[in-house]
C-alpha cells in the first residue's frame, strides 16, 4: 500500500484588513482582499482536487476553522486550526501532528503554484529527508518533511521570519545528517510592486 501524501495550505481568514497588510499599503485593502480571495480561491481548487495527495486547508484565528462558509469548498479537503504559537509553532504542528506519510507545507498567496510543484516536492522526498521552495527575498514557499526516520523537534525554533535569513536560519536549524532539496524559486505577492509584476506578466 503506497503511503499517504499530505499537502498543507496555511490562510488566513479572509477578511478585510486583516490580510496581506503590506500589499493592502500600496494597492488598498480592497483590492488587497480581493486578490487574496481570488489566488486561495484559485490555488485551493488547483491543488486540492488532485489525487495523489490529501490536501489540508490549515487556517487561523482558529475559530474560522468553524466556518466553512469563509472558505472555497473543495470536495475532499479538510479544514483544519493552525493553532496557537508563533508562525515556526504552528508550521511544525502538521509535521508533527498529521497520519503518516510526508507532509509538504505552501501559503495561500502563491497565484503561480501548481500541482508539478508539489509533485515535485514529494518525489524529492523520496530521496532526501527534507525540502524547502526557496523565494528571491530569503524565505520560501514551500517546506515539506519525510517525516521518517524523524521530524526534528524545534526545527523552525530560532527563524527570523519575514526577513532575508528565514531559509538560511531554518536550515541551521537542521540536524547535520539531514539531506535537503531545493526546488526551484516561486514568490508570494507582498507588496504593490510584486502585484504590479505579476499582472503585467505574460501568461502561459
Same mark, same amino acid.
Given at each position: 500500500?503506497?503511503? #499517504? $501524501?499530505?499537502?498543507?495550505?496555511? !490562510?488566513?481568514? &479572509?477578511?478585510?484588513? @486583516?490580510?496581506?497588510?503590506? %500589499? ?26 488532485? #489525487? $495523489?495527495?490529501?490536501?489540508?486547508? !490549515?487556517?487561523? &484565528?482558529?475559530?474560522? @476553522?468553524?466556518?466553512?462558509? %469563509? ?134
Amino acid at each position: 500500500m503506497t503511503t #499517504p $501524501r499530505h499537502l498543507v495550505l496555511f !490562510a488566513r481568514a &479572509p477578511m478585510r484588513g @486583516a490580510v496581506k497588510t503590506r %500589499l493592502a499599503a500600496d494597492i488598498g485593502k480592497d483590492a488587497a482582499l480581493s486578490f487574496y480571495r481570488r489566488t486561495l480561491h484559485d490555488v485551493l481548487w488547483r491543488l486540492g482536487r488532485d #489525487p $495523489r495527495w490529501q490536501t489540508w486547508l !490549515a487556517v487561523t &484565528p482558529d475559530l474560522a @476553522a468553524h466556518s466553512a462558509a %469563509l472558505w472555497p469548498q473543495v470536495p475532499g479537503v479538510h479544514l483544519i486550526a493552525q493553532g496557537d504559537g508563533d508562525l515556526g509553532v504552528r508550521m511544525a504542528r502538521p509535521l508533527l501532528t498529521l497520519p503518516p506519510g510526508p507532509v509538504v507545507i505552501i501559503g495561500s498567496d502563491i497565484p503561480e503554484v501548481g500541482s508539478s510543484h508539489i509533485m515535485a516536492a514529494f518525489k524529492a522526498l523520496g530521496r532526501k529527508d527534507v525540502v524547502f521552495g526557496p523565494a528571491a527575498d530569503g524565505g520560501y514557499w514551500l517546506v515539506g518533511a519525510r517525516r521518517t526516520p524523524m521530524v526534528p523537534h524545534g526545527l523552525f525554533g530560532t527563524v527570523r521570519w519575514s526577513t532575508k535569513h528565514a531559509l538560511t536560519d531554518t536550515l541551521a536549524g537542521l540536524p547535520k545528517s539531514f539531506r535537503v532539496a531545493m526546488l526551484g524559486e516561486l514568490d508570494d505577492i507582498d507588496d504593490g510592486a510584486a502585484w504590479t509584476a505579476w499582472r503585467t506578466e505574460p501568461r502561459v
